[in-house]
C-alpha cells in the first residue's frame, strides 16, 4: 500500500529529515507570509495536515492560532512534541483527520499530499471538505508542474501537478477556489500553492 510505503519512508529519515528541513528557518519567506496571511484569517482550529517536524504548527501557535499538528508518522509526532511542548500534535492521516463534520476552521496541507496516488488525492481532500466548516480555510502546498507525474523524491516517489488541475479537483470536494500561487526559487523545483474556502451549501 503506498501509503504505508511512504510512512515507512519518512519514519526511516525522519531525523535526517528534522535536521536539514525542520525549522521554519528553511522556510521561504514568501511562504511563511502567505501560510500566516491565511491562517489569521480564520475562526477556529486549524489542522496542519502531514506536520513532519511540527515547525509550521508551532509557527501557527506563536502567531495566536489554535493549531494541532497531525502526522502519519510517529517518529515526526515524537520528535515534534520533544522540540515544541505545549504543542499539541498526534498520529493521524490526510483521508482519516479524526475530527466531527465541519469542526475545523481551516487545513493547512502544506506538501502534505505530494506522496500521494492521483487517484488517491479527492478522497483526501473530501475528507477535509467533511472536516471544515462551511466558510473555513483549505492551504496546499505541492509541485508544479506541466502535468500530473511521478519523480524521483529524496524520500519517495513524488507528483508534481499542474495548478489549474488540482484547482479543479479541490473545487469538486466542496471548495472555491480564492488563490492559486507559483513561484520558482533559484535551485528549486517549481512550487504552487493553492487556497480555497469551503463552499456553504
Do not use: N
Request: proline share 5%; aromatic share 8%.
Amino acid at each position: 500500500m503506498v501509503a504505508d510505503r511512504v510512512r515507512r519512508a519518512y519514519a526511516a529519515r525522519a531525523a535526517e529529515y528534522t535536521a536539514v528541513l525542520g525549522s521554519i528557518d528553511a522556510v521561504a519567506g514568501p511562504d511563511r507570509e502567505l501560510v500566516l496571511a491565511w491562517a489569521k484569517g480564520l475562526v477556529g482550529r486549524v489542522l496542519d495536515v502531514g506536520c513532519g517536524p511540527g515547525h509550521w504548527t508551532d509557527l501557527l501557535r506563536r502567531s495566536g492560532v489554535d493549531a494541532e499538528g497531525v502526522d502519519p508518522v510517529a517518529q515526526f509526532i515524537d520528535g515534534a512534541r520533544e522540540r515544541y511542548p505545549g504543542v499539541p500534535f498526534r498520529v493521524g492521516r490526510a483521508d482519516a483527520l479524526g475530527v466531527e463534520d465541519g469542526t475545523l476552521g481551516g487545513v493547512l496541507a502544506w506538501y502534505s499530499l505530494i506522496h500521494t496516488e492521483p487517484d488517491d488525492v479527492d478522497a483526501q481532500l473530501r475528507e477535509s471538505s467533511r472536516a471544515i466548516a462551511p466558510g473555513g480555510g483549505l492551504l496546499i502546498g505541492f509541485f508544479e508542474g506541466p502535468a500530473v507525474e511521478p519523480f524521483e523524491h529524496a524520500v519517495t516517489a513524488a507528483y508534481r501537478w499542474p495548478v489549474e488541475e488540482l484547482a479543479d479537483r479541490v473545487a469538486a470536494a466542496g471548495f472555491d477556489v480564492t488563490g492559486r500561487h507559483t513561484r520558482t526559487d533559484e535551485g528549486a523545483r517549481p512550487h504552487g500553492a493553492i487556497v480555497a474556502v469551503r463552499r456553504r451549501e
